[in-house]
């Protein structure tokens, strides 16, 4: 008897996951179907319509040679090399340029995005999973990783004005006097020479905005700053301790591996991007998101969260909707003078963090 339960347990658990992994494979399906569907619409010769017929619906992977990571993001986002998809919209877009000088074969892209390279999902790809929220880099937190490879000589400083930023927001607040930062510095807190590796861009700026919050019984001050200044400290602290080999030594390696796998796009002249990214969607949970998204390090609901913010457990009885797209569009709009972070959302993440808060009355 007891045997018969546990095998249709098992039976059951498979069946359930077969369900789930379906599911989940839909959404990277969908966008390679899209993709090769408006490829194949737009063919303009024989060789365009083979290629476009004959791609099969499968698990893209890169494996980036300067590191040996191994990176699934061109599964969903096939179009990042299609000059047709200029205008594209995620995940079917070309990238800019930057990956003209830093090409996907060898340095993947999660060096300069952060992310989850294995991932085949969306919101666990982006880092948005929940368990421990770590959102990719957007904006001048990409700033970071520049800095990181090139230092500061080889790049415009405009390139890289963040970093530099917040490295003289940290000797104009004496942060010194406590740290010790590469070897000189103060004792009452901790050494910060390799922060960059133990603490995401989430966390420092969570706790420089309110140590207190983060740390239970932290003596570290509240300094008066902006949102802006947080944002410039927590992005050149992420730069401490990274040890990225030099560029030079990345070229010199470069030269002798042989090139890995390739994504061939149609030619640029027949794609039109702007209608590419039909009826394939994500679609988010609000209620995850609000966890995955890093809400949940600054704010509460109900007894669950951060307190760097307020707590958001009846927000919806104080604000619309229409008043909770555009704080999450921009706080800086919202509360000038106020520390909640621009996050970049995107607007379907917006959409599903609205309809998600203002359920909480
Ligand atoms: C399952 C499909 C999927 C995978 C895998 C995936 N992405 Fe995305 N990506 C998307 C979608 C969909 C969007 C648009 C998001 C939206 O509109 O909310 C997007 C948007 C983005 C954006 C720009 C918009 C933003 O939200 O900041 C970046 C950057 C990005 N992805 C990087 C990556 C990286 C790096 C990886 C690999 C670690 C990756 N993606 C893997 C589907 C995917
Ligand atoms: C050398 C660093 C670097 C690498 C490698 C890189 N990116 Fe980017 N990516 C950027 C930067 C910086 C931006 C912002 C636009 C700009 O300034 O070029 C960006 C923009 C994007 C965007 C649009 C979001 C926006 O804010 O405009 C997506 C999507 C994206 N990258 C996905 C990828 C994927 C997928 C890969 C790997 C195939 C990749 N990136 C590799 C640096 C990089
Ligand atoms: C993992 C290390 C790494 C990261 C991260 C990185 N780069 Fe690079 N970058 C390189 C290397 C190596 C080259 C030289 C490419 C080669 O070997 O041909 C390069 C080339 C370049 C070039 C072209 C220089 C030339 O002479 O052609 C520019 C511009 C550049 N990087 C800017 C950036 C920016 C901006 C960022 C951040 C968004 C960035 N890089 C991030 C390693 C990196
Ligand atoms: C009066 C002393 C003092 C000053 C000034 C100070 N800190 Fe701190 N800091 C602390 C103490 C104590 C801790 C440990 C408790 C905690 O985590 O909050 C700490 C912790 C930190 C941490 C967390 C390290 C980790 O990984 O746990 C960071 C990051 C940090 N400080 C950054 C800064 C920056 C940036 C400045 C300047 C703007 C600064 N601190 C100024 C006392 C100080
Ligand atoms: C680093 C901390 C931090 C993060 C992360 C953060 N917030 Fe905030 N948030 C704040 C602070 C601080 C305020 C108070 C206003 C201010 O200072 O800008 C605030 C204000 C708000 C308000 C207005 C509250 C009120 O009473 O009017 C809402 C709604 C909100 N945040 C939602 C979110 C959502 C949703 C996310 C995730 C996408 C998020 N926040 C992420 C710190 C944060």
Redo the contacts with the bound molecule.
């Keep these: 008897m007891e045997r018969w339960v546990a095998i249709s347990g098992i039976v059951l658990t498979l069946a359930i996951g077969w369900v789930m992994r379906d599911a989940l494979r839909q959404e990277w399906t969908a966008y390679q179907a899209t993709y090769y569907r408006a490829a194949l619409l737009r063919a303009a010769n024989e060789p365009q319509r083979e290629w476009a017929e004959s791609q099969r619906r499968e698990v893209k992977q890169i494996i980036a040679s300067e590191f040996d990571t191994v990176e699934r993001c061109v599964t969903c986002h096939t179009a990042i090399d299609n000059p047709a998809f200029r205008k594209g919209t995620e995940p079917l877009r070309e990238h800019s340029d930057l990956i003209q000088s830093h090409p996907p074969q060898r340095f993947g892209c999660i060096v300069c995005h952060g992310g989850d390279g294995r991932a085949v999902t969306t919101v666990e790809a982006h880092g948005e999973s929940g368990v421990r929220p770590e959102p990719l880099l957007r904006g001048a937190y990409l700033q970071a990783p520049c800095y990181d490879c090139h230092g500061a000589e080889a790049l415009a400083p405009q390139v890289i004005a963040s970093v530099l930023h917040g490295k003289q927001?940290?000797n104009r607040?004496?942060?010194n006097?406590?740290?010790q930062i590469e070897g000189t510095g103060?004792e009452?807190?901790?050494d910060?020479s390799t922060?960059g590796t133990?603490?995401s861009w989430l966390w420092?700026y969570a706790?420089?905005a309110r140590?207190?919050a983060?740390?239970v019984?932290?003596?570290?001050?509240v300094?008066a700053?902006s949102r802006d200044q947080i944002r410039d400290?927590a992005i050149y602290?992420m730069t401490l301790g990274k040890t990225s080999p030099s560029p030079v030594a990345i070229s010199a390696r470069a030269r002798s591996a042989e090139d890995a796998q390739t994504t061939e796009g149609p030619g640029a002249e027949s794609l039109d991007g702007g209608e590419a990214a039909g009826p394939a969607e994500v679609t988010y949970d609000g209620g995850a998101l609000f966890y995955g998204a890093g809400c949940a390090v600054c704010h509460s609901v109900g007894r669950r969260g951060g307190q760097v913010g307020p707590a958001l457990t009846h927000i919806g009885r104080k604000r619309s909707a229409r008043d909770l797209k555009r704080l999450l569009g921009d706080p800086g709009k919202d509360t000038p003078d106020g520390k909640m972070p621009q996050l970049s959302l995107s607007k379907r993440q917006i959409e599903a963090l609205t309809a998600y808060l203002t359920t909480l009355q």
């Design positions: 927001l940290v607040y004496m942060c006097g406590c740290h103060g009452e807190g901790p910060l922060v133990q603490r420092l706790h420089l140590p207190q983060v740390t019984g932290s003596t570290m001050p300094f700053m400290i602290l």
